[in-house]
């Protein structure tokens, strides 16, 4: 509960609690004696299954930050709270746990990132990396997304095209327009969404769009199935060989679609095939992460913004280390 609504509750002066609880009522002051700002470290919230991904606290400012998933979202969740994510900074600062307790550590959930990757292999040498399943299925759904972007762009100068044209021969313009009353470029735009979900999740007008978007477009919906395909390996419950096995043929399908925006996709994939297939052994994923992540998204709200960080960090640490 924020402070400010404690105050009112009581009766009391809002901005003059939050100053005696940070001076007096806390033990703020004696706490951030000895702090570390940059490298907030709880060993003992290390376990056998983690999770490492980057969070903004203030101003854009990026942190590394490593959780436990066993706590669930609850106290002792936050083992690691390291500023930057420059891979020697965050090694060094992690390489402060006791080995032995590093050693513990099974299985450890990230994104695509290389970096992620060093810090993981350099500190955690027992653990299974696992690719975060949200992460790589967004990589191959941005290239679905960049080629309707790139189709929508094209509409848009077409347009302007054809309104100077009228304008010059004093013609009112009057664009064409589908069953569904979209314009060629609104269709563009608002089949963004549909591109996210499933057929069988389409809503009504959804589906109607999608029919015509796709029949205008066919690069769209070549481009869509092959994403749903892949998004298709991960939703059944298959040993990793079998996991590999499908995602060989969706490379090869990728090949032969001679998509340029989803073969490079494609080859990000590839590169990081090890740590996506792991995701087959026990499913884990990043959610816990970005839960976490929300929770001081929403405390940060709560307190309308990060006003002084080593106190906010101080509650930070309070509520979930």
């Known amino acids: 509960m924020a402070i400010s609504t404690i105050a009112k509750t009581n009766k009391l002066v809002g901005s003059t609690l ?21 490298m907030l470290i709880y060993p003992k919230n290390f376990g056998p299954r983690m999770s490492i991904d980057e969070t903004s606290l203030q101003n854009g400012e990026l942190y590394t930050i490593v959780t436990n998933k066993d706590a ?14 420059k891979a020697s900074v965050v090694i060094e600062a992690l390489r402060t746990v006791p080995v032995e307790i590093r050693m513990k550590v099974e299985e450890i959930t990230l994104d695509l990132a290389n970096n992620m990757d060093w810090i993981c292999r350099e500190c955690f040498p027992n653990a299974t990396l696992t690719a975060d399943r949200f992460h790589f299925q967004k990589i191959v759904t941005e290239g679905v997304q960049d080629i309707r972007i790139d189709l929508r762009r094209k509409a848009i100068d077409e ?28 269709l563009l735009a608002r089949g963004r969404y549909l591109l996210f979900k499933t ?18 477009f066919h690069e769209i919906e070549k481009a869509y199935n092959l994403t749903m395909y892949f998004r298709g390996i991960f939703e059944k419950i298959d040993p990793r060989e079998k996991g590999k096995e499908k995602l060989d043929k969706w490379y090869e399908k990728i090949n032969r679609s ?23 052994h026990t499913r884990s994923t990043n959610a816990s992460a970005e839960s976490f992540n929300a929770k001081l998204k929403g405390f940060r709200s709560l307190l309308r913004g990060v006003g002084e960080i080593n106190f906010f960090l101080f ?5 979930f280390a």
């Open 72 to 85: 669930k979202g609850k106290k002792g969740v936050l083992a690691a709270l390291i500023k930057g994510t």
């Open 159 to 186: 347009e302007n095209a054809s309104i100077m044209q009228c304008k010059e021969q004093k013609i009112e313009y009057k664009p064409k327009v589908y069953g569904n009353g979209d314009t060629k470029k609104q």
């Open 315 to 319: 509650r930070v640490e309070k509520l």
């Open 18 to 38: 939050q100053k005696q609880y940070k001076e007096y009522l806390s033990n703020f002051r004696e706490w951030e004696t000895g702090l570390i700002p940059d």
């Open 199 to 216: 057929r069988g999740s389409w809503t009504a007008s959804q589906a109607e769009r999608a029919k015509i978007l796709f029949e205008n």
């Open 258 to 280: 001679s998509i340029p925006d989803l073969i490079s996709a494609a080859n990000t994939i590839k590169a990081h095939e090890g740590k996506i297939l792991n995701y087959f």
